[in-house]
């Protein structure tokens, strides 16, 4: 018993090993290989920094919308179920189960000059196609279920009846959902937000349809990268390559944080 | 303060859950609504705090008509089962929710809950979690906290129900002399015949929706109105076709008014022993012994004797329009 699962556990480590670590240390190796100074000279890639930006840009918009969409949906399903929330609940779903190039598609079908929209958007003067709305929009789209799908199970697993005490206390609407929801769902939803902000500046196949892949103007960091390897200047994409994984262990290690104070609250919870 | 229902009824979907409920619960009095599980009880307990909206019907708290107030107008304590402490706060700030709610100055504030935690006898847990507690202290917590608003009227829902055995009684009695001395009119809900008769001053029985009787604990259980709340009270058991509570009937080795039955079982449980007798006709009765009646008699199966009542009235009075009721 002891030796099969030790042959277990160096088994499981060997895949995890080649499937994250290796690739994961090539990355490094890859962008140190010409040393400091050229590192440093790469990190000031005029393109990479502007794609950067863009993708900074795109956190800071669809992130908070997607907290609230996510919030909103969620008190929604659990606490004024109907018919239509019950649709919503299913819908919400749907940009896990597509794949992100159909996302691209979709959306390029409704904004671009001859889709759905555009033309009437065109005639207001707005651009959703190849600029900065448009990869908001779609990253949006794609990161639409990850806060909910985990603040819905803890209202539910939480019920109402905390909201109802503070209601015969005397508590507003408004006052009840600042003391007592949102501070039972906060750790909940600061993990579905991590998993937002992974998604968002990682998200490549419906961006790279919808944005048009410009660099300079609509490059995001990830099709940055992209566009680098294919331009065989694979030494700067792996510079990106790095500055991505940096942001990644950050987000690992605020979600690490978040999901254990969760589960804390989850253990703390009454039988 | 007096609660008044007027005619209140209530369906979720199709079920008619409450049916033209009508009662005033009196100042300062302590009321068990009691009644087996779907009776509406809990419902009904809901209805008058504000939490679930009522269908026709209206509910009055002393002269002031609250049937379209939200539950945070209304003034009212709230207890849920699963006392619904507010997880995240301590103690001391889940009593002192209602009063920062209020805006009562800080000082005051602090007073107050000081005061209320050493109501509950929990002075010394102020700084603890909900998580940190028993269900017992848990349960004062909530109680504190509800009481903290100095409310009108304190409605608890099965306050006991997750409370070990031990707990549960010290609790109930604990609960009972605190509302004596507060003087708050309470309603509790139960669906435990024995907590309801020892808390309560007052019974409301419900069944299906509909209030079976109401009155003075003794009252109903030894006049039940109808067949059900005999049942739901108290064992029954039935002689000559008239229902009677075991211990209301007497064994005896001969006479001639009773009737001859043979003990086809006896069961013995501490201070009680229960006989079972049959008689020529195949009807049984049981009849319940005290533990020196059973050993004076000292019956055995096979053995027989002479059944009857100790009084000639049945235990429900033979109004046939009750009887059809139930």
Redesign the interface.
């Known amino acids: 018993m002891k030796k099969q699962s030790l042959l277990l556990r160096v088994l499981v480590l060997a895949y995890v090993a080649a499937l994250l670590g290796i690739p994961l240390l090539f990355v490094f190796q890859q962008a140190f290989s010409h040393g400091w100074s050229e590192l440093w000279a790469a990190l000031h890639d005029h393109a990479m920094d502007l794609a950067i930006l863009l993708t900074a840009k795109v956190v800071v918009v669809a992130v908070p919308l997607n907290i609230l969409f996510g919030i909103g949906a969620s008190l929604w399903i659990v606490r004024r179920p109907s018919r239509l929330s019950h649709v919503l609940d299913v819908l919400i779903d749907v940009p896990l189960a597509i794949s992100p190039i159909v996302v691209g598609l979709v959306l390029e079908l409704a904004y671009a000059q001859n889709g759905w929209f555009g033309p009437t958007l065109a005639k207001l003067g707005w651009r959703v196609m190849f600029s900065l709305p448009g990869i908001v929009i779609a990253s949006i789209f794609v990161s639409l279920p990850l806060v909910s799908r985990q603040v819905i199970p803890l209202l539910r697993e939480?019920?109402d009846?905390?909201e109802?005490?503070?209601?015969?206390?005397?508590?507003?609407p408004i006052?009840i959902f600042f003391?007592?929801t949102l501070?039972?769902i906060a750790w909940a939803a600061a993990y579905g937000v991590t998993l937002t902000l992974a998604r968002v500046i990682g998200e490549y196949g419906a961006v790279l349809i919808v944005s048009g892949n410009i660099a300079l103007l609509t490059q995001t960091l990830t099709l940055n990268i992209g566009a680098n390897f294919e331009n065989f200047n694979s030494y700067q994409g792996f510079v990106g390559a790095l500055l991505l994984a940096f942001v990644s262990v950050a987000v690992l290690l605020v979600i690490a944080v978040a999901r254990h104070r969760l589960e804390r609250?989850r253990h703390?919870?009454?039988a | 303060m007096t609660v008044s229902l007027d005619g209140v009824s209530k369906s979720f979907g199709k079920s008619l859950v409450l049916d033209d409920i009508t009662d005033v619960f009196a100042d300062g009095e302590m009321t068990a609504l009691l009644g087996p599980s779907g009776s509406g009880k809990s419902t009904l307990l809901r209805i008058i705090?504000?939490?679930t909206p009522l269908d026709s019907g209206r509910v009055r708290l002393g002269e002031r008509d609250v049937t379209s107030s939200?539950?945070?107008?209304?003034?009212?304590?709230?207890c849920?089962q699963?006392y619904?402490?507010?997880?995240?706060l301590s103690v001391f700030a889940n009593v002192a929710?209602?009063l920062k709610?209020?805006r009562v100055p800080r000082a005051e504030r602090k007073a107050r809950v000081e005061e209320l935690l050493g109501l509950v006898r929990l002075e010394d847990f102020a700084d603890r979690?909900?998580?940190q507690l028993s269900g017992g202290q848990?349960q004062r917590m909530?109680l504190a906290?509800?009481l903290?608003?100095k409310p009108d009227v304190l409605l608890l829902d099965e306050p006991f129900a997750a409370l070990d055995a031990q707990v549960r009684g010290e609790l109930r009695s604990w609960v009972r002399s605190l509302q004596r001395e507060l003087g708050i009119t309470t309603i509790l809900v139960t669906h435990d015949q024995i907590e309801a008769m020892e808390i309560a001053d007052r019974l409301v029985i419900l069944n299906e929706g509909r209030i079976e009787q109401t009155g003075k604990p003794s009252f109903v259980y030894d006049h039940p109105s109808t067949d059900f709340v005999a049942g739901f009270l108290g064992p029954i058991t039935t002689l000559w076709g008239i229902s009677y509570r075991p211990h209301e009937l007497e064994l005896s080795l001969d006479g001639d008014e009773g009737e001859k039955a043979t003990v086809t079982d006896v069961v013995r449980l501490g201070f009680e022993v229960r006989v079972v007798l049959t008689n020529q006709t195949g009807e049984s009765s049981w009849v319940q012994l005290t533990h020196d009646q059973a050993k004076a008699l000292n019956p055995s199966i096979g053995q027989r004797y002479v059944v009857r009542p100790r009084s000639a009235r049945g235990l429900i009075e033979q109004d046939p329009t009750k009887r059809a009721r139930s």
């Open positions: 939480i019920g009846h905390q109802q005490t503070a209601a015969t206390l005397g508590a507003s006052r003391t007592i501070r039972s609250k703390d919870s009454f | 705090a504000g939490l939200p539950a945070r107008e209304r003034h009212i304590g709230f849920f699963d619904a402490p507010f997880r995240h929710y209602g709610v209020q979690y909900p998580h848990r909530a906290r509800a903290a608003i």
